[in-house]
């Protein structure tokens, strides 16, 4: 017998119009759908048609409910799994299910979509090249207060997830101990009250002083400056390369101009450069 697959489908995390048009489709086709909220899911179903069969797996239930559903599996039934909103796993239930299902080679799909995480980036203004995602900050201060210190030199973007009734306190945590950073703060992504702030931290602070702020908060925080040395490492070396290949000058000459060039310690240079030869041996010293 064929066993069945199991599809992970990103729904909408505001907007119902952001679901797409093969989520659609998978939604209508599988024989279950697990769901994290069966209410909140059937409002989805009901706007698009869907009939399909619901049942809950939740952060409560998911270690017990998923031994079932990979039965179900087993005896070749397809089933889709949705979180509450946005893609299932991420800060959502899903994990358990997943693995226990690659555990019993099951086949499992993804259908891509929503993540808050990265809509907040997408309009933040902040590098997205590479960033480094945290999920909910501790709901404790000092549990809060010893991860924000164990991520002080992370120089990538940051993004987080926030209770509104916790943004305050956090935004003081943050302005404490990573310093007064540039930050976004974006609530009820693309719902109707959809807002995103931008500036540094004092001045999102001083702007929300007094305010109650309802819906979801996305925090995306820009990373610590990255030391000057490690910056400028690869393009000390793409410099020296480049006057090597149209230069006859000597490596001590070329390291003079480059020290003055990018305002840098002459000793840092050779450094770079020595360590440069090192690695490619056809470059050698004069």
């Known amino acids: 017998m064929q066993r069945g697959i199991l599809y992970i489908v990103s729904t909408p995390i505001g907007n119902l119009e952001d679901i797409t048009l093969r989520a659609i489709r998978i939604l209508g086709e599988v024989g ?9 899911t059937k409002i989805l179903l009901n706007a698009y048609g869907i009939d399909t069969p619901l049942t809950s797996l939740h952060d409560r239930n998911e270690m017990k409910k998923s031994v079932h559903l990979i039965a179900r599996l087993n005896e070749g039934m397809d089933i889709a799994y949705v979180s509450d909103a946005g893609t299932p796993g991420i800060s959502d239930p899903g994990y358990i299910f997943v693995k226990q299902a690659i555990s019993e080679s099951i086949s499992v799909i993804p259908v891509p979509g929503p993540v808050a995480a990265v809509a907040a980036l997408n309009v933040s203004g902040l590098p997205m090249d590479s960033f480094a995602f945290f999920a909910f ?59 995103t702030l931008r500036g540094t931290v004092s001045k999102i602070s001083e702007s929300l ?33 480049e006057a090597r290949k149209n230069s006859e000058s000597s490596t001590r000459d070329i390291v003079d101009a480059l020290s003055e060039e990018l305002d840098m310690p002459k000793k840092e240079i050779y450094r770079q450069v020595l360590d440069f030869i090192k690695e490619n041996p056809d470059n050698k010293t004069s």
């Not at 926030?162 to 945590?173: G, I, K, W």
């Open 209 to 241: 002083r007094g305010k109650k702020i309802k819906g979801e908060i996305t925090l995306v925080i820009s990373g610590a400056a990255r030391d000057r040395t490690e910056q400028s490492a690869e393009e000390i070396r793409a410099r020296f390369q």
């Open 32 to 40: 279950l759908i697990a769901a994290e909220d069966t209410r909140r």
């Open 137 to 195: 900050l501790p709901s404790r201060h000092g549990k809060r207060k010893q991860l924000l210190e164990s991520i002080k030199k992370e120089s990538k973007t940051m993004v987080f997830y926030e209770s509104p009734n916790r943004l305050a306190a956090t935004l003081q945590d943050i302005s404490e101990i990573l310093g007064d950073r540039q930050i976004t703060v974006s609530r009820e992504l693309t719902k109707i009250y959809e807002e």
